[in-house]
């Protein structure tokens, strides 16, 4: 029933804000919201600056989004922090972080008034005097107090809106003065161990700096003197249930406010970075610091540089608890560096910048990932002291907290997740890599980033020499799965690049005659799943290639049983390659299968047991998937192609 034309008797306001300390919780949380009512319709209203965007530097010629000459005066730099009087009264603050990153509009409204008078009680309406009064009520104050920090969900307490708007317009009317009477319980409470205690203490403190906005600067100095050894009391406190009330009271104390606002908070967040006091505490602290450079977004490129070279020597941290969060702060530093349409290059860091410091810090994987036995690639992981396997794990938490994920400068540090995906010694370093393949492969890519994509598979599977003896043949059977899944997930982009298309298959006939039979079978699966596809556009001189090297000669004297020489191994991976294609249509028979499946018979006649064990394997599958619809499928073979088949799909009858 409250409504902005009415207006308030002063029983009413007394009424109300006596029943703000009531025994019945329903008057209480009726009389909450219409005594906050009253406090909002009180608000002074302030008058907004109009800047004339043409009085900023020039932009140039360029693109008129993102950070550009005429937005700079804007970003957080610790030349224009305003830590004195005069540079306060004198800076404009720009409080909103879309306004200015596109283009600007014709005119800019800023409110930076300031209120000189907020403790000039002579200004003040009667409901104003009957609000400050009661709120100086030293008795009131604690009994509201006592009521406000009781438990409302038991385990699960939330900081709730309501209340804190109440807070920020009760401080934003009448100054830091009312917050005096409060501060000898959020002293106490801070110090404590309750989960409602702590929530109280983050609405009062989160919303006394939300309503501080048009405070005078000596209101300002003596609020940040007080509050903050609060919140870094606060910290050593913290547990794992009240980590997010402090996430949220942080969030709203920097959200939609000028970076430049909260000088003394970041030096005392990014003082406090990996202080080194336990692992919770440290984790709490670098989350409290992701939701403030969360929020400041792209004003606060020279404080997030510094955070990265903050960054860079932890990333070998030992615990996987802040490794985490570390991956989670990088991609906060590094979220601007986006290249969208009509977008100028970012100040803020960049993802190509921090890859090109962390290689160097892999160096020592090299020789033992790529060319060396599989058996030192499983003891790698083992050693707890291996700096550069704790930056891998890092830098994949970057890149699955990441939203814009494949940038070509990251591809040289896939190579290695690549290599270390099959690792059993280090099951954090397997899920690890196992999650970032799946994500990481089903990326759409620009024409730009699927080179560096191929060239990151040909560096796993081809050594110096360009033969198929590059790392371990468990990275390359994973190399070649990523190969085949970005290839189907970007394959309208693929097929207009004919020299890739070309690579690729190259990449993936070399692998056909691996010494590993496993290697062979991927590579034979992909190359079938690409035919289906028509990616290589000539099908048939494909087939006549996997013909030639199914039929390849084998050395006299070879033994059913020997898999050990290179004619093997090529005759092998051909005929994969033809049962992989057969079984890519399972319930249809194009024109060219039956030839196929006739060439593929006459393996069931040859003496290597490998080869004729892959034919009957296809050619079972075949016969199961087709059975449905054999009547009409059996049209499409000849005669002699039935009899064929028939003499290798029927068992001989013993009777026969």
Avoid at 65 to 81: C, F, H, K
Avoid at 126 to 152: A, G, P
């Amino acid at each position: 029933m409250v409504q902005r034309d009415m207006t308030f008797s002063e029983d009413l306001v007394q009424t109300f804000l006596s029943f703000l300390t009531h025994d019945s919780i329903g008057l209480r949380m009726i009389s909450f919201r219409v005594v906050g009512y009253i406090i909002y319709l009180q608000r002074r209203q302030y008058k907004d600056t109009i800047l004339d965007p043409t009085t900023f530097p020039a932009d140039g010629e360029g693109s008129l989004v993102g950070e550009r000459p005429s937005n700079l005066w804007m970003q957080y730099r610790a030349d224009n922090i305003p830590d004195t009087e005069e540079k306060y009264n004198e800076c404009i603050f720009v409080d909103k972080p879309h306004t200015g990153y596109n283009k600007w509009a014709q005119q800019v409204r800023v409110c930076i008034e300031i209120d000189r008078d907020l403790d000039n009680e002579e200004r003040y309406s009667s409901t104003d005097k009957i609000i400050v009064s009661r709120f100086k009520d030293e008795d009131f104050v604690k009994r509201f107090v006592e009521l406000y920090s009781l438990e409302d969900n038991k385990g699960a307490e939330k900081v709730d809106i309501i209340r804190r708007h109440f807070y920020r317009d009760l401080f934003r009317n009448y100054g830091w003065s009312l917050f005096k009477l409060f501060l000898p319980k959020v002293e106490e409470f801070v110090e404590g161990n309750v989960e409602s205690q702590h929530r109280f203490a983050a609405e009062l403190l989160s919303s006394v700096t939300r309503g501080s906005k048009h405070w005078p600067f000596k209101d300002i100095e003596l609020m940040w003197e007080t509050i903050l050894p609060l919140i870094m009391k606060a910290m050593l406190h913290v547990s794992s249930e009240t980590i997010n009330l402090w996430a949220v009271c942080i969030s709203s104390i920097v959200e939609d406010r000028d970076p430049r606002r909260f000088s003394r908070l970041v030096t005392m967040a990014t003082e406090e970075f990996l202080s080194g006091r336990t692992i919770f505490h440290d984790t709490s602290n670098l989350f409290l610091l992701e939701t403030i450079v969360a929020q400041f977004e792209w004003k606060y490129a020279e404080g997030l540089h510094q955070l990265m070279d903050k960054i860079i020597p932890n990333l070998n941290n030992s615990y996987k608890n802040v490794r985490d969060k570390i991956g989670h702060m990088i991609e906060r530093c590094t979220a601007h560096d986006h290249m969208m349409f009509n977008c100028r290059p970012t100040i803020n860091p960049r993802k190509a910048d921090f890859m090109a410091k962390v290689m160097p810090l892999l160096s020592t994987l090299d020789e033992t990932l790529f060319g060396a036995d599989w058996v030192l690639v499983n003891k790698l992981s083992i050693n707890d002291d291996n700096d550069a396997i704790k930056v891998v794990k890092t830098v994949i938490s970057w890149l699955l907290y990441s939203h814009a994920h494949l940038v070509p400068s990251v591809f040289p540090f896939l190579s290695y997740i690549i290599a270390l995906e099959p690792s059993e010694a280090d099951p954090d370093l397997k899920h690890l890599c196992t999650r970032a393949l799946s994500v990481l492969s089903r990326e759409s890519l620009t024409e730009s980033s699927l080179e560096p994509a191929v060239a990151t598979v040909k560096r796993v599977v081809y050594n110096s020499d360009e033969r198929a003896v590059g790392a371990t043949w468990k990275a390359k059977c994973t190399a070649l799965v990523y190969l085949q899944v970005v290839t189907f997930s970007n394959l309208y982009l693929i097929r207009a690049l004919p020299d890739l298309v070309a690579e690729i298959k190259s990449l993936l006939f070399s692998c056909l005659s691996s010494p590993h039979v496993e290697v062979r079978q991927v590579a034979g699966q992909t190359i079938g799943g690409l035919m289906k596809t028509d990616l290589f556009r000539d099908n048939e001189e494909i087939l006549q290639e996997l013909k030639k090297m199914a039929l390849t000669k084998l050395p006299a004297g070879t033994k059913p049983s020997q898999t050990d020489t290179k004619e093997i191994w090529e005759r092998h991976g051909g005929v994969k390659s033809l049962c992989a294609l057969v079984e890519c249509y399972p319930y249809s028979i194009p024109s060219w299968m039956p030839d196929i499946i006739v060439f593929l018979a006459q393996f069931t006649r040859r003496a290597n047991v490998m080869i004729n064990n892959e034919v009957k394997k296809c050619m079972s599958n075949f016969k199961r998937t087709h059975l449905d619809s054999w009547e009409e499928h059996k049209t499409l073979f000849s005669e002699d192609q039935l009899i064929v088949l028939q003499d290798l799909l029927v068992s001989p009858n013993y009777y026969a």
